[in-house]
C-alpha cells in the first residue's frame, strides 16, 4: 500500500459517506475559502451561523535525498518537517493524516459553496460520464453562469434542464446547481504517456475533447448571479 493509499484510507475514515465542500466567505470584503466534510443537507442552513468541520491536513515538505546501501549510492526522496495546514489536500505521498475543526461562519458572509471533484476512482464511477451524449441526457444542457463575487465577475460551467433551471433562478437565496467538471489529458500533444486531471476551469472549446465529465453540487445566491448564456454546438 502506497502512502497516498494510507492517506486516502484515513480522509474516507474520518469523514465516512461526507462529501468534501470548498466553502468561500468574505471578511472585510476579503474572499477566504475553507474546505468542510457535510452531507448534503447540512447546507441547507437558515440560521444566522451555519456550523461545518474544517479539514486540516498533515503535510511534510518533500525533499531529495542520497541513499547508500550495499555499496550503492542512489537518489530518492522523503517528507519531513510535517506540519497541519488549514487547508485539505488531496491525498498524496505528501499527506500522513488529517483532523476536523469546528467553526461558524455567518451566512450572510458566505459568497459561494462547490462541491471538491472526487479523487477516488471508485467512488467516482456513478458520477463519471465520457460523452456528451451521456452528459446531456434527457433536455439538460450546458451553460455558462456568470456571478460576482466582492465585486468581481467569475464565471462557471453547469449543466441542468432549462425548465428546472428557470424554476431555480426565480428563487430567492441560496440555490443548487449542477457545476461541470471535466478531465482533459495535461500530455495530449504526446503520444506515448498521458495524464489526465480534473478541472473546473476552462474553455467551451475544451468541453467536446474531454475524456470524461463529472458533475458537482454549487450553492450560490440567486442576487449574485449576473446572467447565464446557453453554450450551443455541444
Known amino acids: 500500500m502506497t502512502n497516498k493509499d494510507k492517506s486516502t484510507e484515513k480522509i474516507r475514515e474520518l ?4 462529501k468534501v465542500y470548498r466553502v468561500y466567505y468574505t471578511i472585510s470584503e476579503e474572499l477566504h475559502c475553507i474546505y468542510v466534510a457535510a452531507y448534503d443537507e447540512e447546507l441547507n442552513n437558515s440560521e444566522n451561523l451555519m456550523a461545518f468541520n474544517k479539514i486540516e491536513s498533515y503535510v511534510g515538505k518533500h525533499i531529495y535525498i542520497t541513499v547508500s546501501e550495499r555499496g550503492s549510492t542512489y537518489p530518492s526522496e522523503d517528507y519531513v ?6 487547508d485539505f489536500q488531496e491525498p498524496d505521498d505528501s499527506v500522513k493524516d488529517y483532523r476536523l475543526r469546528f467553526v461558524k461562519i455567518p451566512i450572510k ?9 472526487r479523487w477516488e476512482q471508485q467512488r467516482m464511477e456513478s458520477q463519471v460520464v465520457h460523452t456528451l451524449s451521456d452528459l446531456l441526457k434527457g433536455n439538460k444542457k ?6 460576482f463575487v466582492t465585486d468581481k465577475l467569475r464565471s462557471t460551467y453547469i449543466i441542468d434542464d432549462p425548465n428546472v433551471l428557470d424554476i431555480k433562478l426565480t428563487k430567492s437565496g441560496f440555490i443548487d446547481l449542477n457545476k461541470l467538471n471535466i478531465e482533459i489529458d495535461l500530455m495530449k500533444d504526446n503520444k506515448i504517456r498521458s495524464c489526465y486531471q480534473w478541472f473546473d476551469k476552462f474553455e467551451d472549446s475544451e468541453i467536446r475533447r474531454a475524456r470524461s465529465y463529472q458533475v458537482t453540487q454549487f450553492k450560490i445566491r440567486v442576487c449574485d448571479i449576473k446572467n447565464v448564456s446557453e453554450i450551443r454546438g455541444m
Not at 15 to 18: F, R, Y
Not at 142 to 147: A, D, G, P, V
Open 109 to 117: 458572509n458566505i459568497e459561494f459553496i462547490e462541491e471538491q471533484a
Open 142 to 147: 450546458i451553460y455558462q453562469i456568470n456571478y
Open 15 to 18: 469523514i465516512g459517506t461526507k
Open 81 to 86: 518537517d510535517f506540519e497541519w495546514q488549514d
